[in-house]
């Protein structure tokens, strides 16, 4: 594989994902979930390029006050919370704070389920394996959180497929999903927009437009499948 790093952009980054996950698979009726925002581009190039479903998993990072960048937990989907106990408890933050981030993040979460989904419903996840991926693991607590809800959706297997994570972040992930798929683990990560030459904010419109792409190239090849 020919790795550029940092990487270009979110485009390439999931060019290379997806040929990392190609010589990892058969990856029979896996479905491919992105991490909204940045983690849609990613997956979406990714999901492109294998043939595989793609839709939305809604995570939300709860930041800790007064350092919204620093994760003390996320929330998913599915009512799931996790929380980074150390961080809880070295910022000696109160239940009663974490209860207001988490329902500020709820009501943010349930507005994107809206903007992105609208009236279609979510994709069918028992007995699939889910292919997790974000445009890359700092802290790792929103893919601690979509693991969970992969898991409590039944999914026969979770693996965490994502360009440039943190080593230890990485280390602890391999616990809890079934598979972690990392290009570039670096001790020191600094920030994932690091390992970005373009690290732009993804906005609604594009994961909307990408989901749209992505779900109607899956009903086209649904449909054909039906015909022959």
Same mark, same amino acid.
């Given at each position: 594989?020919?790795?550029?790093?940092?990487?270009?952009?979110?485009?390439?980054?999931?060019?290379? %994902?997806?040929?990392?996950?190609?010589?990892?698979? #058969?990856?029979?009726?896996? *479905?491919?979930?992105?991490?909204?925002?940045?983690?849609? #581009?990613?997956?979406?190039?990714?999901?492109?390029? %294998?043939?595989? /479903?793609?839709?939305?998993?809604?995570?939300?990072?709860?930041?800790? #006050?007064?350092?919204?960048?620093?994760?003390?937990?996320?929330?998913?989907?599915?009512?799931?919370?996790?929380?980074?106990?150390?961080?809880?408890?070295?910022?000696?933050?109160?239940?009663?704070?974490?209860?207001?981030?988490?329902?500020?993040?709820?009501?943010? %979460?349930? =507005?994107? /389920?809206?903007? &992105?989904?609208?009236?279609?419903?979510?994709?069918?996840?028992?007995?699939?394996?889910?292919?997790?991926?974000?445009?890359?693991?700092?802290?790792?607590?929103?893919?601690?959180?979509?693991?969970?809800?992969?898991?409590?959706?039944?999914?026969?297997?979770?693996?965490?497929?994502?360009?440039?994570?943190?080593?230890?972040?990485?280390? =602890?992930?391999?616990?809890?999903?079934?598979?972690?798929?990392?290009?570039?683990?670096?001790?020191?990560?600094?920030?994932?927009?690091?390992? &970005?030459?373009?690290?732009?904010?993804?906005?609604?419109?594009?994961?909307? /437009? *990408?989901?749209?792409?992505?779900?109607?190239?899956?009903?086209?090849?649904?449909?054909?499948?039906?015909?022959?």
């Amino acid at each position: 594989m020919n790795l550029t790093i940092p990487f270009p952009d979110r485009v390439h980054a999931g060019r290379a %994902l997806a040929e990392r996950l190609a010589s990892e698979g #058969p990856w029979d009726d896996a *479905l491919v979930l992105a991490l909204p925002r940045g983690g849609v #581009p990613v997956a979406y190039e990714a999901a492109s390029r %294998l043939g595989l /479903e793609l839709d939305v998993l809604l995570v939300r990072k709860l930041g800790l #006050p007064g350092h919204a960048e620093l994760a003390m937990g996320a929330i998913a989907s599915g009512a799931v919370r996790v929380m980074n106990e150390d961080i809880v408890h070295y910022a000696h933050v109160t239940t009663a704070t974490v209860d207001a981030v988490a329902e500020r993040e709820l009501q943010e %979460l349930q =507005r994107r /389920e809206r903007v &992105y989904r609208g009236e279609r419903p979510p994709p069918s996840v028992r007995g699939r394996p889910v292919i997790l991926i974000d445009d890359g693991l700092a802290t790792g607590a929103t893919m601690r959180a979509a693991i969970e809800a992969a898991k409590l959706l039944g999914a026969a297997q979770v693996i965490v497929a994502v360009p440039v994570g943190a080593l230890d972040t990485v280390e =602890r992930l391999r616990r809890q999903a079934d598979r972690v798929i990392c290009l570039f683990s670096p001790q020191d990560l600094v920030a994932i927009g690091y390992w &970005y030459q373009d690290f732009g904010q993804t906005s609604d419109r594009e994961v909307q /437009e *990408l989901l749209r792409q992505a779900w109607s190239a899956n009903r086209t090849n649904n449909d054909g499948e039906r015909q022959a």
